[in-house]
């Protein structure tokens, strides 16, 4: 018979020593970086109670019954509430104080103040089936929901993990109601409960894995992420732009390139300071960032120049697009320390379709053009126009020409 094979105190003491094992890690996880990694807290408590509570499962042929039987179910629902939560936590949602008590007291009063829960091993079954497949269902449930706003790789698979565990745990309770199982070692014996207990060493082995994996690729995601982002302004760096601009233009799809360069920048940090300077960055990044249209790119290029690239807008769009963005910079209202400080941008713009998908020459010519707006007294928005005598010189040596009235000259 299975049950004569499978070991239940066996299993308990192996899935002590595993648990124990990777709380210690989670322990070490949460020490490291308390701010980021708060949910390895939850889940190294949730480990070490499971350990407890595998102790005293495994302790039954010899140990007190209230002990074994009580406070072991009872920390055993504790140690699903307590992974719960770290769920919770790990996706930045609120976690119920209630619903983590929730599972530990009906298990605890139904098993001392309900005699058919206390002196029947199969009602105890159902009971704490009931609890551990609920817990095991949300986790589940939590996970898969977070899948498209943080698609971490073992997302899927740490959902799959909890969703079938909850789903085979649950059959436990038709199994306890149709096949009830006599105890010996003062325990259930039977085939079926035998199996029910190595699924859920094997769950408990997986769910301690996929913990330690999101926590990895959370890490890795976030190292990714901050290499491509501007660390004063949030918005992305010049690298990443550039890295997403290649793959814009190697479609050849329509699109506009626009380069915004504050106007008098030095005078502000020289007259307010640079943490006003700063203040005018981050509020600029956020007034364009705000404006965007979806699919656009928008990067801090270096210092107080940034660039924005409009695809499929045609330089007469692109330059309606940017004078309404230059209207909403001029109308910003920014204060430091009690002083006013204004702002405004100037702006200068190239299309693929007049200049072509390469971005050096495309980057020219806005550049050629803000230079243009620039030397036309700032705050101004100017396209880059070819001249048809000088478009073939331009194009061999891929650098603008500024026209004496201020017209770039790509």
Same mark, same amino acid.
């Given at each position: 018979?299975?049950?004569?094979?499978? +070991?239940? +105190?066996?299993?308990?003491?192996?899935?002590?020593?595993?648990?124990?094992?990777?709380?210690?890690?989670?322990?070490?996880?949460?020490?490291?970086?308390?701010?980021?990694?708060?949910?390895?807290?939850?889940? %190294?408590?949730?480990?070490?109670?499971?350990?407890? %509570?595998?102790?005293?499962?495994?302790?039954?042929?010899?140990?007190?019954?209230?002990?074994?039987?009580?406070?072991?179910?009872?920390?055993?629902? %504790?140690?699903?509430?307590?992974?719960?939560?770290?769920?919770?936590?790990?996706?930045?949602?609120?976690?119920?104080?209630?619903?983590?008590?929730?599972?530990?007291?009906?298990?605890?009063?139904?098993?001392?103040?309900?005699?058919?829960?206390?002196?029947?091993?199969?009602?105890?079954?159902?009971?704490?089936?009931?609890?551990?497949?609920?817990? +095991?269902?949300?986790?589940?449930?939590?996970?898969?929901?977070?899948?498209?706003?943080?698609? *971490?790789?073992?997302?899927?698979?740490?959902?799959?993990?909890?969703?079938?565990?909850?789903?085979?745990?649950?059959?436990?309770?038709?199994?306890?109601?149709?096949?009830?199982?006599?105890? $010996?070692?003062?325990?259930?014996?039977?085939?079926?409960?035998?199996?029910?207990?190595?699924?859920?060493?094997?769950?408990?082995?997986? !769910? @301690?894995?996929?913990?330690?994996?999101?926590?990895?690729?959370?890490? $890795?995601?976030?190292?990714?992420? !901050?290499?491509?982002?501007? !660390?004063?302004?949030?918005?992305?760096?010049?690298?990443?732009?550039? /890295?997403?601009?290649?793959?814009?233009?190697? /479609?050849?799809?329509?699109?506009?390139?626009?380069?915004?360069?504050? /106007?008098?920048?030095?005078?502000?940090?020289?007259?307010?300071?640079?943490?006003?300077? /700063?203040?005018?960055?981050?509020?600029?990044?956020?007034?364009? +960032?705000?404006?965007?249209? @979806?699919?656009?790119?928008?990067?801090?290029?270096?210092?107080?120049?940034?660039?924005?690239?409009?695809?499929?807008?045609?330089?007469?769009?692109?330059?309606?697009?940017?004078?309404? *963005?230059?209207?909403?910079? $001029?109308?910003?209202?920014?204060?430091? $320390?009690?002083?006013?400080?204004?702002?405004?941008?100037?702006?200068?713009?190239?299309?693929?379709?007049?200049?072509?998908?390469?971005?050096?020459?495309?980057?020219?010519?806005?550049? @050629?053009?803000?230079?243009? @707006?620039?030397?036309?007294?700032?705050?101004?928005?100017?396209?880059?126009?070819?001249?048809?005598?000088?478009?073939?010189?331009?194009?061999?040596?891929?650098?603008?020409?500024?026209?004496?009235?201020?017209?770039?000259?790509?």
């Amino acid at each position: 018979m299975i049950e004569d094979v499978i +070991s239940i +105190s066996t299993l308990m003491i192996c899935t002590f020593l595993a648990t124990t094992v990777v709380g210690i890690f989670m322990l070490q996880v949460w020490l490291t970086d308390r701010r980021h990694a708060a949910a390895a807290g939850y889940w %190294c408590l949730s480990m070490w109670v499971g350990s407890l %509570c595998t102790i005293l499962f495994a302790l039954r042929p010899v140990g007190p019954p209230l002990l074994t039987v009580g406070l072991g179910n009872a920390l055993g629902a %504790c140690g699903y509430a307590l992974m719960w939560a770290g769920f919770r936590v790990f996706d930045r949602r609120r976690v119920y104080p209630a619903v983590v008590l929730a599972g530990p007291l009906a298990w605890s009063l139904l098993y001392l103040l309900v005699p058919p829960v206390t002196g029947d091993v199969n009602n105890r079954i159902v009971v704490i089936s009931v609890i551990i497949t609920a817990y +095991s269902l949300w986790i589940g449930a939590d996970i898969w929901r977070e899948r498209r706003t943080e698609p *971490l790789p073992t997302r899927v698979l740490a959902a799959f993990f909890f969703l079938s565990h909850g789903i085979i745990y649950s059959l436990r309770i038709p199994m306890a109601i149709l096949a009830p199982a006599p105890i $010996e070692h003062g325990t259930a014996y039977s085939a079926w409960f035998a199996i029910f207990s190595l699924e859920l060493f094997a769950h408990t082995i997986l !769910a @301690a894995v996929a913990m330690l994996v999101l926590i990895k690729e959370r890490g $890795e995601a976030l190292y990714r992420k !901050a290499s491509r982002t501007d !660390a004063l302004t949030g918005i992305a760096n010049r690298g990443s732009f550039l /890295d997403d601009m290649q793959k814009r233009l190697a /479609d050849r799809s329509p699109g506009t390139l626009m380069i915004f360069d504050l /106007d008098r920048f030095k005078a502000i940090n020289d007259t307010h300071g640079h943490v006003a300077g /700063d203040i005018v960055l981050k509020r600029f990044s956020a007034r364009i +960032s705000a404006g965007l249209e @979806a699919n656009m790119l928008f990067c801090r290029f270096g210092g107080e120049e940034f660039a924005l690239y409009a695809p499929g807008h045609d330089i007469a769009r692109a330059e309606q697009f940017a004078e309404g *963005l230059r209207r909403e910079v $001029e109308a910003l209202a920014i204060s430091n $320390e009690g002083r006013d400080i204004a702002v405004s941008v100037s702006i200068g713009l190239a299309d693929v379709a007049t200049f072509g998908t390469d971005f050096d020459r495309l980057h020219s010519a806005a550049d @050629a053009a803000l230079y243009a @707006a620039k030397e036309g007294g700032r705050n101004q928005v100017m396209r880059a126009v070819p001249t048809a005598g000088l478009a073939d010189l331009a194009e061999r040596m891929r650098a603008p020409v500024i026209s004496p009235v201020g017209i770039a000259i790509g």
